[in-house]
């Protein structure tokens, strides 16, 4: 991977394929190589293909005190390192988080955004405690039990239960993050600001894929966020859960295609 400094840290990413670049920005507790496989299908249309570790994981180093615009702020860095002035930015769980923190910051810099298992609201007062006890746990029992207990809430317990393999690849990698990443990590998103005005204003193509057994994005918040952006293309997956870029890859990968063809037609 390619690496640069941002904020006293290295920043790695990767960057294939030539055309207009599509941004693949990773979720909570995992790092580029969710994409492995699914980019695939973007570089066979001739696209570019820019994919990054988010600070503190994967090959990043850890920036202290970080928040969700300040790994919006590293996607910046990338995007200036390779003189990328506009780009379409799809983000999965915590990258949607960090795409729409990118929106409010450069939305001239982005031709579309896809929300995969996401939305733009902050985190209820529950949900911010559930994350502090996390970061308790993890500070009592280490990061690598946390993992090992959160991945297979990520996925419908039949596809948990016939397909060990994926989940095992993800705890494995995970646990070898720094606990102070994950930790600035659960910070991050405990902190983020209601970016729901953000998505209301955005002139361009928004992409929601959503799980129909997702139990990480409320229904709640997955059914309102819909009618916010003037342009919404809208995908519910039946049987799937948090993690659609594995569970029914080919699927997924045709709609994220399709969305970034509307984008720039």
Known sequence: ????????????????????????????????????????????????????????????????????????????????????????????????????????????????????????????????????????????????????????????PTYAQTNPFDLDKIIHRAARYPAEGIIEGLKAMANRPNYAETLSTFPKPVLFIIGEEDEAVPTEASQQQLALPARANIHVLEKVGHMGMIETRRKTQLMVRQFVTYCLS
């Open 1 to 156: 991977m390619k690496t640069l400094t941002f904020r006293g840290a290295k920043l790695a990413y990767d960057i294939e394929g030539k055309g207009f670049p599509v941004v693949l920005l990773h979720g909570f507790c995992a790092d580029s190589r969710l994409w492995e496989d699914f980019k695939q299908d973007l570089l066979e249309e001739h696209y570019r293909v820019v994919t990054i570790d988010l600070p503190g994981f994967g090959d990043s180093g850890v920036v202290s005190n970080v928040s969700i615009e300040i790994y919006a702020e590293a996607v910046l860095a990338v995007l200036e390192e390779k003189k990328l002035s506009e780009v379409i930015v799809i983000g999965h769980s915590m990258g949607g988080y960090t795409a729409l923190a990118l929106a409010a910051l450069a939305p001239e810099r982005l031709k579309g955004i896809g929300l995969f298992h996401s939305h733009p609201y902050a985190d209820t007062e529950e949900k911010k405690e559930a994350r502090h006890n996390q970061i308790s746990f993890i500070n009592r029992h280490g990061h690598q039990l946390y993992v090992k207990q959160l991945v297979p809430k990520l996925f419908p």
